[in-house]
């Protein structure tokens, strides 16, 4: 462990230095998270391309739904054209209406309460558990008993008298929030997980992976996530009736009419196209190596910042999308990230605590407030976390 | 000109049998518009394999967006990730907002009405032209002085009382609404014209091209159109600060505030991948190839056809992106229909008239009806129109 007192961060840095370019040899800029093109990239990319199939139908769109069904261990999965879109249409398939309310943490990337605010719907916020950096399953089953009314469709939140259609927990930077708590609390009151995966694909809650640890969810393959399809999403479920629903509604909810193109309702295209799926199913049959060597660095950070590291909660194996460490105050941060950054290692703070963009800085939280992420978020960095880098301590 | 009786269309399917497959000399299958991928399409994806650039941001990113503005002769374009998506931010930039209204063609593909929707608005329909196949400019402008009140921001409609927020013509099969009417029309009222310019890349009104003839337009890359990006989408106007809204809000509305993540509105994250842009850069180069050869296909069919022929309006030159032809009457049609997809010459439809969909059939229209829209799009037939079949024309 790094030697370290608050408000000289110069040895974690020289450390870091010293591990990057030294022992693993790296040059130039280390980028926070970039992508690694290993694999059949090529040779998919090209058959999609000699073999004309570069639309959103095709054979590398049903193995790449295949892939993301297998990867999350669900029975259906749906190719969407991003996480957000997805995270959008699994919303509206639980029933997300016009000034609705869905719970979600008070951190998250600003694409989960945007997909809500898309629906028309807002964010709830409850804040952050007090190690986890994602959605607290106590304060959640607090907020359904103490604060609304209600079961199912009739669930109200007290002080605003508005519905609460759905819950988002958000496996923040790879590490799986605890799903069965939050299953059960949610289930008291008869209300609908979506369960934002978008980060923590190849992550194992309690054995089980990421994905499908609800009635719902969803995966990012965005260019900075741990595989990639360029931009890339998927609705993933183990109700294949959803599935059904969710890709009629994704692909201009087209009906079958013979010649005729009907459509059964307002639709959205949000069909990924084959081109991005065949990078994808590339992507994927390397996820398996990718998450060993981003596990392997995440060891390496956790000995170097030792309790200070953002560590894998109990139970779970985390794919470490994105390493996280809390320094001691926010003056310590800005001084890492201002040291870090000006010596090319690609180091950035937590998201801003969503209840404190403007968009949403008037949506309702719960009453324990969101003071734990405020804390947290002003004192913690994301450290470098691209496969291709971690591959050299395997 | 074949020979063609009411109630006789055999001999119409013979003679395209012949043209398809004797002097054409294809083989196999004829479809309606498959990509042609004849140029740099694989060597700029490689590319962008090879130097990682495969994401949201990136050099082919932003030559797109040149290629963009180019092409449609427009100031700026913003690459979005598909042209539904670019329509349903081009209206919100305008100042669409929910319970408004917006004007659009009885006639035109789904997503044209269902990006009205994704902004909370609904279509409000008026007819197509006694010759066109889109809207008809006198109607709109009998519709905006006999059936509106008010001006700008404050125009309404008064069988409703709502408020009317944009216009939305749509070149259809690649054939230019009459623009100079339409603007004229609607600068009366104070009324923003979004161009939905989805099908008519490469097509010239009145010498100028499609795209920026009026406020903001958007263009398509869907793996149907002219040029493809598997999936992609355009925004282009000749406002620069337009773009650079539309830029922001594509991107999740992030700002720049040193290492954070800032984000000062609702964002939407509907960024064209690089991959699907260099694919579409690629496409791009041979455009002028692929309008050339497809007007040299449509002069056949004219021939063939004569004034059953959906022709380019005078003053205009057409991509024929989609050639159409109409035949007498609805049961000819449904023959024809049957006849060429048994013989494997891939013939469709018209797009169901908007105001027939169930989930627009209670929207509002004009007090002029949508009589020639139901009349036309009951006999009309989508021809098979790929430039690589074309180019043997050529």
Known sequence: MIPYTSGDVLGLVDTLDSFYHSELGLEGPVLLHKPWLAGNEWA??????????????????????????????AAAAVAIVNGTCALHVALLEVGVTAGDLVICPAISFVGTANAIAHCGAEPLFVDIGPTATTLDPELLAAFLRDECDGFGAELRHR????????????????????????????????LDVVEDAAESIGSLYRGKPCGALAHVGILSFNGNKTVTAGGGGAVVTNDPALAIRVKHLTTTARIAAGFEFDHDAVGYNYRLPSLNAALA??????????VRAKRALAERYAAMFGSRFVAEPA????????????????ADRDAFLHETNARGMQTRPCWRPLPLLPMFERCPRATTGVR???????????????????????
Chains 1, 2 share one sequence.
């Not at 002080?159 to 609390?185: K, L, Q, S, Y």
């Not at 470490?320 to 320094?327: D, E, H, I, Q, S």
């Open 44 to 73: 998919y990319i090209k058959e999609t391309l000699d073999t004309n199939w570069i639309s959103s139908a095709g054979p590398f769109v049903e193995r790449f739904e295949q892939a993301c069904a297998d990867v999350s261990g």
């Open 159 to 190: 002080a605003t008298g508005r519905r609460i259609a759905a819950v988002v927990p958000v496996h923040i930077f790879g590490h799986p929030a605890d799903m069965a708590a939050i299953n059960v609390a949610a289930a008291d009151r008869g």
């Open 281 to 290: 199913c590339a992507q994927l049959e390397q996820l398996a190596y990718f």
């Open 315 to 330: 139970d779970c194996e985390s794919n470490y999308w994105l390493n996280a460490v809390l320094l001691d105050t926010q």
């Open 372 to 394: 734990a992420a405020l804390d947290r978020a002003a004192r913690l960095v994301n450290l470098p976390s691209s496969p291709k880098m971690a591959s050299g301590l395997l």
